[in-house]
């Protein structure tokens, strides 16, 4: 099971995300209203997919005995309507190694199996659960 969550800084719109002993930042833009120090909300899920399909490259091609000398993965998208969702994803792998049929294998093998990719293509339920409000 994974956990995690986002504490605010000091009472400002900068919040510091962990998982674990792992943390970000996480905010809105200045011109947003926040102080435009960290991730916001819908970099952080692309990043989530850019980062998934990252470390699945390395771990598959440990499985399948293919050598990956480096991998960049850019991932696009917009968000629009009210309340704004994104649009479609899409995303890019440049990879390095010393076969590139077996690289292309593998990124193929990737792209159908990988966790966060294909969350979001079966539609993921969320929901809000318990709301804790305190008073000053």
Request: contains cysteine; negative net charge; proline residues 6%.
């Amino acid at each position: 099971m994974f956990e995690v969550e986002t504490r605010t800084v000091a009472g400002r719109p900068a919040a510091v995300g962990s998982a674990g002993p792992y943390t970000l930042v996480v905010d809105r833009p200045a011109d947003g209203g926040g102080d435009g120090i960290g991730f916001n909300g819908g970099q952080l899920l692309y990043l989530a997919v850019a980062g998934c399909v990252s470390n699945d490259i390395y771990r598959e091609a440990a499985g399948m005995g293919v050598r990956v000398e480096g991998v960049r993965v850019r991932v696009t998208g917009d968000f629009g309507g009210d309340p704004p969702v994104s649009g479609p994803i899409s995303y890019e792998v440049e990879i390095e190694g010393d076969d590139p049929n077996r690289l292309r294998e593998l990124v193929d093998r990737v792209d159908r199996i990988a966790e966060i990719p294909n969350s979001l293509r079966g539609a993921t339920e969320v929901r809000l659960g318990e709301v804790r409000v305190s008073e000053r």
